[in-house]
C-alpha cells in the first residue's frame, strides 16, 4: 500500500496540474468530507491540522481549510516556531522560495494561524511557505491579525462543536521575487459553524491603508472567489452523496515532509532521525540554515557517516521584521519520510 502511494504521489507530481482535489488524507477536515469546487488547478497537500489547496501558478494558497473546537483552543499554546521553510513536497518550478520574499517589503502572510496551532508539530508544519501569502506588512501584524484572526478564535472558543475556516485570497497586484509569486489584491476568511449552520466571510483589501468592514455572506464569497465550499447554508445544502472515508488509524506523519529543528548537538533528536532512517522510514533531508554552517555540516556529516541518506544543504537568510526575530543559530532539518 505504502509503494502503490508513493507510485500515485510521483505521477502526481508529474502529471499535468488539476482542479479536481482528493486530500485523501485529511478529507476529515473539511465539513462533511465535502471538497470545494473550482476551476483553478492546483495541488493538494495535507498538514496535521489543516489542508491546503495550492496554486503552482500563484505559488502561494488557493485556500486552506481548519477544523477548530473549543477544546483545541483553550488548550495550552505552544511557543512560536518564527522558523520558515521551502515546501520540498512541491517540484522546485513550483515552490514559492525564502529568498522570493526577501526585501519584497511583503510579509509571509500565514493561511492557516500559527495562532490556531495547539501542538509544536502543527505549529512547525504552519510555517511552511506553501501557507504563505504576500500579505502588507501593516495589514498583516494589524486589521488581519486583531480583526480578523483574533476574533475568529474567540468565536471558537465561545461556542459548542466543530467550527471550519476557509483563509484564502485572490486577485492580482503584481508579484515579488524570481518565482514572481502573485500579489493577491484581497483576502479572505470563511468561518463556518456547523452546529448552528451559519457562515460568514471576512473580505479584506491586501493593502496598509485597509479599512474594516461588516462581514460578507458565503454567496458573496462565492460569487467572488469563484469557489464553492458546499456548505448547507440557509437550509440549502450543495453536499453531494458520497461514501463516508473510514478514519485511518495509527495515523503517521501526514504529508510525508515535517520539520526537526536545532539549536546545538543534540544526540537524542539525532539518534531519532538515524534510527528512522535505518528503518527505511525516511527517503531524504534538507538541511536548512542561516548563520550556524559548523553546526549544519556537523549534523550532515554524522547522517552520512552513519546511513546511506545523503543530506542537502541550503542557507537562507530570513529578514527580521518589527514584531519577528530570528534564531539565526537555529538548523532546520526538513525530513522527508516514506
Known amino acids: 500500500m505504502k509503494i502503490l502511494r508513493q507510485i500515485l504521489l510521483l505521477i502526481a507530481l508529474l502529471s499535468p496540474l488539476s482542479a479536481f482535489a ?10 462533511s468530507q465535502q471538497i470545494p469546487s473550482t476551476s483553478q488547478a492546483g495541488r493538494d497537500l495535507c498538514f496535521d491540522s489543516f489542508a491546503i489547496y495550492y496554486s503552482p501558478q500563484d ?9 477548530l473546537s473549543r477544546e483545541q483552543l483553550l488548550v495550552p499554546h505552544p511557543r512560536r516556531s518564527n522558523q520558515f521553510y521551502e515546501e520540498a513536497r512541491l517540484p522546485f518550478s513550483e515552490r514559492s522560495l525564502l529568498s522570493d520574499y526577501r526585501g519584497s ?57 466543530d467550527i471550519y475556516v476557509f483563509t484564502g485570497s485572490t486577485g492580482n497586484s503584481g508579484s515579488i521575487g524570481n518565482g514572481r509569486v502573485t500579489i493577491p489584491s484581497h483576502l479572505y476568511k470563511l468561518v463556518y459553524d456547523s452546529n448552528k449552520n451559519l457562515a460568514w466571510a471576512y473580505w479584506i483589501e491586501n493593502t496598509n491603508e485597509a479599512s474594516m468592514s461588516p462581514p460578507i455572506t458565503y454567496q458573496d464569497l462565492m ?21 463516508p472515508i473510514k478514519p485511518k488509524p495509527n495515523k503517521t506523519l501526514v504529508g510525508g515532509w515535517y520539520p526537526v529543528f536545532f539549536d546545538d548537538v543534540a544526540p537524542a533528536k539525532m539518534d531519532q532521525i538515524i534510527k528512522n532512517i535505518q528503518a527505511g522510514r525516511v527517503a531524504s533531508i534538507q538541511i536548512q540554515y542561516d548563520r550556524n554552517s559548523d553546526l549544519a555540516k556537523k549534523i550532515a556529516a554524522q547522517i552520512q557517516s552513519q546511513t546511506s541518506v545523503i543530506p542537502s544543504l541550503l542557507q ?19 525530513v522527508r519520510s516514506k
Open 22 to 31: 482528493l486530500f485523501e488524507d485529511c478529507r476529515d477536515l473539511f465539513p
Open 59 to 67: 505559488r502561494k494558497p488557493i485556500y486552506t481549510v481548519e477544523k
Open 105 to 161: 517589503g511583503y510579509d509571509r502572510g500565514h493561511n492557516a494561524p500559527a495562532g490556531d496551532m495547539s501542538n509544536e508539530r502543527s505549529m512547525a508544519q504552519s510555517f511552511s511557505l506553501a501557507n504563505m501569502m504576500p500579505q502588507a506588512r501593516q495589514n498583516n501584524q494589524g486589521i488581519w491579525a486583531k480583526n480578523v484572526e483574533e476574533p475568529t478564535r474567540l468565536y471558537v472558543k465561545r461556542v459548542a462543536g
Open 223 to 243: 460569487q467572488k472567489t469563484g469557489i464553492d465550499f458546499h456548505l448547507p447554508v440557509n437550509g440549502e445544502s450543495t453536499i453531494s452523496p458520497q461514501a
Open 316 to 334: 537562507s537568510s530570513p529578514p527580521d521584521s518589527p514584531s519577528v526575530t530570528y534564531e539565526r543559530n537555529r538548523v532546520t532539518l526538513i
